[in-house]
């Protein structure tokens, strides 16, 4: 090391704080902190996902919003009529059992993402799943960015469109909506849009949309709610400990060496 090593290592770090960073504001954008596969928000209690709220349908006592993930098709996902059905809840999929009706080879797939992600059924028992987010700048554009497909139920039959509404404080936006052939899968697909802050406070929400009875399910993944450029974090500072790791010499915990006045 000299001093022109050290110059040159100065002006990489000031370079490096100077890039935009973006944090995602959103807890548990991915789900994966749950109560394991099921339905979220029931009682007596069989999931939850952490940072969310499931809301209350007006044709059912609990919203039809599960945990799920990519054995949705093979081994299901218990509901609050588990017990009274005796069976799971099962999408169709190429590993659905032949017991309810499978296999059906339309492509089902876990999310890109990977792990667990968020089921709404869009036709019965429907209810937004939303979380308050905190800390926004009023007039700042937000990114929001998710991951997100459409299936349907393995008790049902029947060609559906479906779509998501996002609701963003008082903005709202959609998916838009998608033709799902009967037994059939479509995704997973990118939604990014920039939304402008009101409020301090706002609540994002996710409602899934489709035919009553059918019944349509959405699956919802990798939420991020990210300021563009937002502050950097803080940089990791350079200990003269840590210079002298690099330079055979230089005895541990020593001062760097300073230059004479010309």
């Not at 002006?11 to 979220?40: C, H, K, P, Y």
């Not at 996710?206 to 990210?226: H, S």
């Not at 950097?232 to 690099?246: E, G, I």
């Amino acid at each position: 090391w000299n001093f022109s090593s050290l110059r040159w290592l100065c002006r990489l770090l000031a370079a490096a704080g100077s890039l935009a960073w973006s944090a995602n504001l959103v807890t548990n954008g991915d789900f994966e902190q749950n109560g394991g596969l099921g339905q979220i928000d029931v009682n007596p209690a069989i999931s939850w996902a952490t940072g969310w709220s499931s809301g209350t349908p007006t044709d059912a006592t609990y919203a039809f919003n599960f945990i799920v993930d990519a054995n949705a098709d093979n081994a299901g996902f218990p509901s609050v009529n588990t017990p009274s059905l005796g069976t799971y809840f099962y999408v169709w999929g190429p590993e659905t059992p032949a017991g309810k009706g499978g296999p059906q080879n339309n492509g089902f797939s876990g999310s890109p993402n990977g792990g667990y992600f968020l089921g709404m059924d869009g036709g019965y028992a429907t209810a937004a799943m939303s979380q308050m987010i905190n800390g926004l700048t009023i007039g700042t554009e937000y990114t929001l960015s998710f991951e997100y497909a459409f299936g349907q139920f393995t008790d049902q039959f029947g060609a559906t469109n479906q779509s998501i509404t996002v609701g963003f404080g008082s903005s709202t936006d959609t998916t838009g909506t998608y033709a799902v052939p009967s037994q059939g899968f479509v995704g997973w697909n990118n939604y990014s849009k920039k939304f402008t802050a009101t409020s301090t406070s706002q609540l994002l929400s996710f409602l899934a949309v489709g035919p009553y009875g059918l019944p349509p399910f959405a699956f919802l993944d990798n939420v991020k709610l990210e300021e563009p450029n937002g502050p950097p974090p803080p940089p990791v500072p350079v200990t003269a400990r840590r210079l002298s790791a690099a330079r055979p010499g230089w005895p541990p915990g020593a001062a760097p060496p300073t230059r004479s006045p010309p």
